[in-house]
């Protein structure tokens, strides 16, 4: 990343693995369970989340105590790549990839991926892994979606230098 954000001893970053059925809001007006339940207490400041995953996404979430770190890590201007490991209902064309690759017009403009990667096959579902620099709302189902494409599984496990194991 940017060498303005040297580690600062003031500065705490916390990597966390979000659970299916988890929302990423710090009150939930149907009791369901928030990722900020499972934070640890802070030293200084308050957490501040990186990017939002919905509740029936899993994967790498961030949080800092950084407010300037964390405009940073989701600024679009930063073009922060974001790696996503899919199952798909179908098997993805030739066509499907190039057409994802080459941007999909949805309702908020175009948008794509930067890379799409066909991990396993069925006859059935299809696993792939897409990279995007976008943080659009849900642009990964949408943007599979645009394809006649079923997400059945979403996780994010790449958001910059962050991997999740």
Request: charged share 30%; with cysteine; aromatic share 8%.
């Amino acid at each position: 990343l940017n060498n303005r954000f040297h580690q600062s001893s003031e500065r705490q970053v916390f990597l966390m693995n979000k659970q299916l059925g988890e929302v990423c809001s710090k009150k939930d007006e149907k009791g369901r369970k928030s990722v900020f339940d499972r934070l640890p207490k802070i030293k200084s400041g308050r957490w501040i989340m990186v990017g939002r995953l919905d509740i029936n996404t899993t994967g790498l979430l961030i949080f800092t105590n950084d407010g300037e770190y964390a405009n940073y890590l989701m600024h679009p201007k930063n073009n922060i790549k974001r790696v996503y490991r899919v199952k798909i209902q179908g098997i993805l064309t030739l066509q499907h990839i190039q057409n994802l690759k080459n941007g999909v017009l949805l309702f908020d403009g175009v948008s794509r991926f930067d890379t799409v990667e066909q991990i396993k096959k069925t006859d059935k579902n299809s696993v792939i892994e897409v990279s995007t620099t976008s943080g659009k709302n849900r642009i990964v189902r949408r943007l599979l979606e645009s394809q006649g494409k079923t997400v059945l599984r979403l996780k994010r496990t790449i958001y910059g230098p962050f991997v999740l194991d």
